[in-house]
C-alpha cells in the first residue's frame, strides 16, 4: 500500500532553520515532491527528487533517501511569509501510468 | 493570466442538486487530474485523465465523474450533492514524460458548500 507521514504542526521564530520531515512507503516509488500551500490556496512546487541526496533552492533544500523511505525540506533564515502548509508527496509507477500520493501537509507557523 | 483556470471559485448549493465544476490549462500539459482537500486529510485524488481518451479513477471516486472535453478541458460533475461533498476541489496539470515534469501545477481551486 501507500502511506506518507509528516508531522501535523511545527513552530519556528523569524530567522531561524526549521526541518520538515516525510517518511513514505510507496510501491514502484518514483520521486518525492514537495509543495507550499497558503491557507485557502493552490498547492505550489517547491522541489523534487529523485535520486539520494541533498538539492538546494536558495533559502529552502530538500534531502531524499530511497532505502530509508526518508525526505526532509530545510528552510533557512525564516521569513514570516513562510507560514503556510508544506505538503510533501511520492510519485508512485511508472512515467506513463504514475501519480502522486500526498501526506497531509505540515502547517508551520513562523513567529517573530 | 493564470495557466491553470477553475470555475466557478466559491459555490453554495442543496444537497441533491447536480454541480459542475470546470478546469481549463494553456499549458499544454496532456495530464489533469481533480482533488479534493479536506481540513487534516491533506489532498486525495478523485479522477484523472492522461490524454483526452484517458480517464482513469483514483482513491475516492464515488459520487463523482469527469469528462474531459478537449486537452485543455477537464470537468468535474456531482451528480446529486451531499453535504460530505463539501470541500476545496483542486484541478491539476502536468506534463507527459518522466522526472521532474511530472510536476503537477494546481489550479485556485472551487470551494464548494452543500448544504
Known amino acids: 500500500g501507500q502511506n506518507i507521514d509528516q508531522p501535523t504542526e511545527m513552530t519556528a521564530t523569524e530567522g531561524a532553520i526549521v526541518q520538515i520531515n516525510c517518511t513514505y512507503q510507496t510501491s514502484g516509488f518514483n520521486g518525492l515532491f514537495w509543495y507550499q500551500q497558503h491557507a485557502g490556496e493552490a498547492p505550489t512546487f517547491l522541489s523534487y527528487?529523485?535520486?539520494?541526496g541533498l538539492e538546494e533552492k536558495g533559502r529552502f533544500s530538500s534531502f531524499l533517501s530511497r532505502s530509508k523511505g526518508y525526505s526532509y525540506l530545510l528552510l533557512k533564515e525564516l521569513q514570516m511569509k513562510d507560514s503556510a502548509s508544506y505538503l510533501c508527496?511520492?510519485?508512485?509507477?511508472?512515467?506513463?501510468?504514475?501519480?502522486?500520493?500526498f501526506g497531509q501537509g505540515t502547517t508551520l507557523q513562523v513567529k517573530p | 493570466d493564470a495557466d491553470v483556470t477553475q470555475t466557478p471559485r466559491n459555490r453554495i448549493t442543496k444537497t441533491g442538486k447536480r454541480i459542475m465544476l470546470e478546469c481549463s490549462q494553456t499549458k499544454g500539459h496532456d495530464r489533469m487530474y481533480w482533488y479534493r482537500q479536506d481540513p487534516g486529510l491533506g489532498l486525495q485524488l478523485i479522477y484523472y485523465s492522461f490524454d483526452v481518451k484517458d480517464i482513469n479513477k483514483g482513491e475516492i471516486s464515488d459520487g463523482y465523474s469527469v469528462s474531459r472535453q478537449a486537452q485543455a478541458k477537464f470537468s468535474l460533475s456531482l451528480e446529486s450533492a451531499i453535504p460530505n461533498q463539501t470541500a476545496l476541489y483542486f484541478c491539476?496539470?502536468?506534463?507527459?514524460?518522466?522526472?521532474?515534469?511530472?510536476?503537477?501545477?494546481f489550479g485556485p481551486g472551487t470551494r464548494l458548500t452543500v448544504l
Open positions: 491539476a496539470t502536468s506534463g507527459t514524460s518522466g522526472g521532474s515534469t511530472d510536476t503537477q501545477y
Open positions: 527528487n529523485v535520486l539520494d
Open positions: 508527496a511520492a510519485f508512485h509507477g511508472s512515467s506513463n501510468t504514475g501519480k502522486l500520493i
